[in-house]
């Protein structure tokens, strides 16, 4: 199983940005599958999940939205009205972890290798 995440960039505050998770290995509406980020200095944090439902934190609730296209295997991140707290490393992941699951990275858990996202003016 492979996550490939791809779509960051540099954007300023109140931009968007749209992230994409290309997944091979495993059908993306089998499987909780979500984003969570990482910036220096702080703790990880889950950002979006899809399943049979979405679920976001606060942090992102109304400038977030996760899909995901069965046909291309694919889950996106929309990002609107970004923030510069937005800057970070952000990964696409199955199980959702820090909104479904944990941290403790399991032998049946994939984590994508990241994509960076700078929020500057």
């Known amino acids: 199983v492979q996550l490939q995440a791809s779509g960051g960039g540099l954007v300023q505050p109140g931009g968007s940005l749209r992230l994409s998770c290309v997944v091979s290995?495993?059908?993306?509406?089998?499987?909780?599958i979500g984003w969570f980020r990482q910036a220096p200095g702080k703790e990880r944090e889950g950002v979006s999940c899809?399943?049979?439902?979405?679920y976001y934190p606060d942090s992102v609730k109304g400038r977030f939205t996760i899909s995901r296209d069965n046909a291309k295997n694919t889950v996106y991140l929309q990002m609107n009205s970004l923030k510069f707290e937005d800057t970070a490393i952000y990964h696409c992941?199955?199980?959702?972890?820090?909104?479904?699951?944990?941290?403790?990275?399991?032998?049946?858990?994939?984590w994508g290798q990241g994509t960076l996202v700078t929020v500057s003016s």
């Open positions: 899809i399943s049979s439902r979405t």
């Open positions: 290995g495993l059908s993306v509406d089998s499987y909780p």
């Open positions: 992941a199955t199980g959702c972890p820090g909104i479904l699951t944990g941290w403790n990275k399991g032998s049946s858990d994939y």
